[in-house]
């Protein structure tokens, strides 16, 4: 698939791809520690060996280059190996979100002409009903990770009758990578395609990171997220070693983190707010990090500062999509003055700001952040229409990518968000933020966590409502705390009314779910 439009370039050009750098990695330390999962350990040199035989394997399953290989599985070892072993055969990998419902997973393998599926035990109940009818899965090609069954082959029975040589498939920097799927709610998912080319202008962050073949990384999001796997490739270019969390728990994080002394990690906010709640966390040895990372949702300023006083090491906040464009970095242990920002413009990244027009807005005004770059995805596969849309050229007619997001630059380079351009109030003809609603629900001592969205008024179109969850041993009610939040805004900003919650929905890499808020707010207004 060709671009619909000319990336940015970087000013140095990748030397290799992500397939050359991993394979060098295993050369240069053969016995290090390559991943490590629960009580498993794999080294570089075994896990080479791996990689050869997944890249084999596929290939002798008759997967050609280009190719699209699925893999709906647990975090686990097999997962790296079956990734990376993809990339070395020549074919693409399309890791799948378990959090999708088993419709939208078919129309996922489906809409991306997958000719393999990998399943772990963990996910057989949500492929059960589409497995048996997939159109491009040929003979062999439904692949068990753990788990017995005649209709799958065993994925050591498969492993096991191919070589562990290098296949040594020829990587040219316009194939096809990943293509990573978007959570739809309705339709076909927009598949998200990044090539070797975009893949390998990423690895110019290894050594800001200061990755290395010591570096330990703590993962401990999905991996079929790009929140997980931007922090897995450098990791695994450097010849550093991943370690893999499962499933995420606050108080066995810290203690992984002392126990494997890991270097580095990459979390999202809610994670980093568990953390810090626990109230053991002083007690942990957490002097071998060096640089934790964060993403996927705005890390709160007050949490930064947090962050800062008690977790040793650097912290780093990425803002940007998967689709690419327009990354912002705040290295908010450099810049402590800053932590209300997400960063500036990443090297390489040129950010404009538009109104609802397409035109630029004046520094300072709040407008869509469209971002262009080197690291910028092909297109959404197959869908050159959805492409376009995502599009807007400046006068010099260079191409960007429209986020969908709101914000703005201040003064000093910094860029600073207000909401999704579809999650804005509009109430009485004016534009509310519900980030800023949210920020004054926060500052109140007995908010533990607020979202905000906009919902219908009769008097005003829409009207802002919010969802709060209190702390524990919080004794002040609703009304209390909604006016304490109204008067620390203006007039025209005020929420309606709040609603008191166990937890809000989230994704599992973090996000707010605010549909699911508004089905919520639909179901207990309608009773």
Known sequence: MRPLFAPAAPETLPKHTVVELIRRSALVAPNGEAVICGERRINWQEFDLRINKVANALIATGINKGDRVAILASTSIEYVEIFMGTLRAGACIVPLSSMASAEALQKMIEDCGAKILFLSQSMRELAEGFSKNLPNIGPNGLIALDFEDSDWANYEDWLSVVSDEDPNVEIDYDDLFNIIYSSGTTGVPKGILHDHMMRANQMARVQEHGYNNETRTLLSTPLYSNTTIVALLPTLVAGGTVVLMSKFNATKYLELVEKERCSHTMLVPVQYKRIMDVPEFDSFDLSSMEMKLSTSAPLRAALKEDVLK?????????????????????????HPDKLGSVGQPAPDVELKFIDDEGNEVAKGKMGEICGRSPA???????????????????????????????????????????????DMIISGGLNIYANDLELALLQDDDVEDAAVIGVPSEDWGETPFGFIVVRNGATRGKSDILQTANSRLGKSQRLSDVKIVQSLPRSQIGKILKRELRTSYENFTSK
């Open 376 to 422: 910028m995805m092909s297109g959404y596969f197959g869908r050159d229409d959805l492409t376009e849309e995502t599009l807007w050229q400046d006068g010099e007619g260079k191409t960007f990518f429209r986020s969908g997001d709101l914000g703005y630059m201040d003064e000093d380079g910094f860029v600073h968000l207000g909401d999704r351009k579809k």
């Open 310 to 334: 008690r977790f040793p090491g650097g912290l780093t906040e990425y803002y940007g999509l998967t689709e690419g464009g327009g990354t912002t970095v705040l290295m908010a242990h450099l």
